[in-house]
């Protein structure tokens, strides 16, 4: 089935065949079947979200405590030429723990040079990797424990604003530094397709991660750069009008956004590229870089070199070339909003 639309039409897109839509007069092709393990690149998968904190015992605390996610690893690293190289900055110093979910990383660092940087609450409407969701099962909501845990829900009535249409409930919160979590809690279809509770086994309290979000000024702009990167179609779009739902979700005044998707595997792992048309979302003024406070991810490759020189050729911007490390490869990059991403090949 091939369907045909106009971007201007407020439209949710969710069909399980193939089909193409018309935006900002170019054509993108979606296939809500794809997933990047489909794609015919060296990309193994989106490995894990890294969350660049000021303090990294209270941000352990508080994600620990919360998730139950288990600490895999623990380092502290300085005077190490390769990371130099690897940061583009002379002296690098942090200290990082690294924690297993049922079904991705989570890698929190402190950079020591952040130390002394003032902490802001991040806008939800970005732009930039605003954040990053947690999914629960409805019967053991997630969001109950990252509030016992100090978080301050964002949504405007405090309570999760629920879509029986999806079957998920949904909320907004910060974290002690600031950080944007959004927090969901599946049930009936929704929990099935996320593929409960084979998802939650190996550790945690019924708590799993699903999603790197963008925020961007043109969200089909970064939409073709990620196609182009990850050589895979986009699963789907929608267009939200001004609803009470979107304003008791944001805590914004007439609200309206524009959401894209990438399948990251067959359950509920996604990217979500998103820009806020009301309030509009500002366009990044400057490149982040790799330490900066915030979230980033990283991309597992097989080959990191065929990778590097393919990006290359799409025109990525990288940091430097990949660098030698202790147990992988690593390389920093920019996509075309100036996020940065890594790619990273493990060695044996």
């Not at 309290?205 to 990850?230: A, G």
């Not at 699963?235 to 007439?254: H, I, K």
């Amino acid at each position: 089935a091939i369907m045909k639309f106009w971007a201007k039409v407020s439209i949710i897109f969710i069909l399980p065949l193939f089909f193409t839509i018309s935006l900002n007069a170019e054509t993108f092709e979606f296939d809500a079947r794809t997933t990047l393990l489909d794609t015919p690149t060296d990309i193994m998968g989106l490995q894990h979200i890294a969350l660049s904190v000021q303090d990294l015992d209270r941000a352990l605390a508080f994600y620990q405590g919360a998730t139950g996610f288990q600490v895999i690893s623990r380092m502290k690293i300085q005077d190490d030429p390769a990371i130099n190289r690897l940061f583009q900055r002379d002296n690098v110093v942090y200290d990082r723990a690294v924690l297993q979910a049922p079904n991705w990383i989570l890698e929190l660092t402190e950079y020591q040079h952040n130390d002394d940087l003032p902490l802001t609450q991040r806008p939800i409407y970005g732009p930039g990797m605003s954040h990053t969701c947690y999914q629960s099962p409805a019967s053991d909501p997630g969001h109950e424990k990252f509030v016992a845990q100090g978080a301050r829900v964002l949504n405007r009535n405090q309570h999760p604003v629920y879509s029986p249409t999806y079957g998920v409930s949904y909320i907004y919160a910060y974290d002690p530094e600031g950080n944007v979590m959004e927090l969901e809690q599946l049930k009936g279809k929704a929990l099935d397709d996320a593929g409960y509770p084979e998802v939650a086994q190996g550790g945690g309290q019924n708590i799993w991660m699903s999603q790197v979000s963008l925020f961007t000024h043109d969200r089909d702009r970064l939409m073709h750069f990620y196609e182009k990167v990850f050589a895979i179609k986009p699963s789907r779009v929608m267009e939200t009008g001004s609803t009470s739902f979107a304003d008791n979700l944001f805590d914004l005044d007439n609200a309206k956004v524009k959401i894209g998707w990438f399948r990251l595997d067959q359950r509920s792992k996604v990217m979500e590229i998103l820009q806020f048309i009301n309030p509009a979302t500002p366009k990044a003024t400057e490149k982040q870089k790799p330490s900066d406070l915030g979230y980033s991810f990283t991309i597992e490759v097989r080959n990191i070199e065929k990778e590097y020189q393919r990006l290359s050729e799409l025109g990525v911007g990288f940091l430097s070339k990949p660098q030698a490390l202790k147990d992988y490869l690593e390389v920093f990059a920019h996509d075309i909003d100036g996020n940065v991403f890594s790619l990273r090949q493990m060695t044996p």
